[in-house]
């Protein structure tokens, strides 16, 4: 099926019917963070850099206190003093979740954690999600995908190095995926990082009248459909007929505002996109890589070096992100090998969700 066809789809045309759910999803009032009461984000990063914040998980447990610092980019923070095979509660998880939303993206490092403990953390991010392509999924835990080099599938440099380039998880579904997760189980000695982008910051600098554009446009999408920018490889392959009828043809508009913290970003610009609607098919192809190739200059980018047992959780409404290329290993103890186990979510945590009503 080309690009085309997938316009004209019965699928899509009753997809576009729900855009007036995205927008109303996109743009919920915003709710007060429980847990950052100083300022915005730029004033609480000042504080972290002079020094390290504390959180109170449990009054009554000085053991449950993190620790709160930021990440050598513009936007982060790392979490430690924690250990999630203890008791994980709401209120854990709510301060966990407010520092993600604020800052984008959030790493806990130093994690022992078995399939099952792994799966239940991520369950209590909102509803976890299977991936379209099955043949990731680990034995056991559908949800969960294995994203590595050493297993026979990864031999196949489509699937071993299918996510290098900018991509936003679940840009290419009716209901947004809105936290992903990686967990280091396998870190080679060199390479291997993902890279992420702040889209708030890419909004954010956008002229007023460039912001107004984007605001006013939306997209389609379809798994794998948008065009790739040079040195960034394919999209790991839909395979057969009910993979691809999992996924039909979405629309989604290019700017979403968060309904926790109220800011706007840019949203979904790599790997799905195939379409601008209010624009004709070059134009909007010129369009949609222009906007890309301004969110993912340097000044947005981090680039994180994966360290053996951290947990790397993203905001799918708020980031992109792109795997950097990496070579078959012939097995889990060579050089460069490595694993990750990943998880996303749809929905909220529980005491988010509350907030939300």
């Known amino acids: 099926m080309d690009r085309m066809s997938r316009c004209c789809s019965p699928v899509l045309c009753a997809s576009m019917s729900r855009i007036s759910w995205l927008r109303q999803h996109a743009f919920i009032p915003t709710l007060p963070l429980a847990s950052c009461r100083s300022g915005d984000t730029r004033n609480l990063r000042a504080r972290m850099s002079r020094q390290k914040l504390w959180i109170h998980t449990m009054p009554d447990k000085p053991s449950q206190t993190l620790s709160v610092a930021p990440l050598e980019a513009p936007f982060g923070v790392r979490v430690g003093n924690l250990d999630l095979r203890g008791n994980i509660n709401e209120r854990l998880i709510e301060n966990l979740a407010d520092l993600l939303y604020r800052h984008r993206i959030l790493v806990i490092n130093n994690q022992s954690l078995d399939h099952a403990q792994y ?65 280091a189980r396998v870190v080679p000695k060199l390479g291997g990082e993902t890279l992420f982008n702040d889209m708030v910051a890419a909004y954010q600098t956008l002229q007023p009248r460039q912001q107004r554009l984007a605001e006013s446009r939306t997209a389609k999408h379809f798994f794998g459909a948008a065009k790739l920018a040079p040195g960034e490889y394919p999209v790991t392959p839909i395979k057969t007929d009910k993979q691809a009828k999992a996924v039909p043809p979405v629309v989604k508009p290019l700017v979403m505002r968060h309904p926790i913290t109220g800011h706007k970003a840019l949203y979904g610009l790599g790997q799905s996109p195939f379409q601008v609607n209010e624009l004709p098919q070059a134009e909007g192809d010129t369009y949609l890589g222009e906007l890309k190739a301004h969110a993912t200059q340097p000044q947005f980018v981090y680039r994180h070096r994966y360290a053996l047992g951290d947990i790397v959780l993203f905001d799918c409404l708020s980031t992109m992100h792109s795997g950097t290329p990496i070579d078959f290993a012939q097995s889990t103890d060579a050089a460069n090998a490595r694993l990750l186990w990943r998880l996303s979510t749809e929905g909220f945590p529980t005491r988010i969700s509350r907030r939300l009503g």
């Open 119 to 183: 799966y239940h953390f991520g369950q209590q991010w909102g509803r976890l999600i299977r991936h379209v392509l099955d043949y990731l999924r680990v034995p056991g835990y559908p949800e969960m995908m294995a994203i590595g080099n050493t297993q026979e599938k990864d031999r196949d440099a489509a699937t071993r190095n299918g996510a290098v380039h900018w991509h936003t998880d679940g840009s290419y579904k009716i209901e947004p995926t809105t936290v992903t997760m990686l967990y």
